[in-house]
């Protein structure tokens, strides 16, 4: 079994920065892409951003030049530092991970979220 554990959520002031991480424990043999995703209220899931084993990184338009992704593949983990938050980037955040299991098995994983609040 796989488990990713997500921190850094909180609430910050228009123009303030967090920074978000997430571990990947268990079972892992490699991750291929890992990655941030955002559900608002009422709204669906989103890719904020993604980065490969590479570290090859891809943003959504709309928070290219803020957000930054990035990974550390010894320790399994990923990080997405939010800098110039706006209110409509309020969502529950959750880290997703594309793992090879040590069985060779791939398969999706998913953080439990984290709350980003951000006050106008």
């Known amino acids: 079994q796989v488990q990713l554990t997500e921190s850094g959520g909180g609430l910050v002031q228009a123009g303030g920065s967090l920074r978000l991480s997430c571990a990947a424990s268990?079972?892992?043999?490699?991750?291929?892409?890992m990655a941030w995703y955002r559900q608002a209220p009422g709204k669906e899931r989103e890719l904020v951003a993604s980065?490969?084993?590479?570290?090859?990184?891809n943003y959504r338009d709309s928070v290219k030049g803020r957000f930054i992704i990035s990974r550390d593949n010894a320790e399994n983990t990923v990080s997405l530092q939010m800098n110039s938050l706006k209110p409509e980037d309020t969502a529950v955040y959750y880290c997703?991970?594309?793992?090879?299991?040590?069985?060779?098995?791939?398969?999706?994983?998913w953080g439990q979220g984290t709350q980003v609040t951000v006050s106008s």
């Open positions: 268990g079972s892992i043999r490699s991750i291929v892409d």
């Open positions: 980065i490969s084993s590479g570290r090859f990184t």
């Open positions: 997703n991970a594309d793992v090879i299991r040590r069985s060779l098995a791939r398969e999706q994983y």
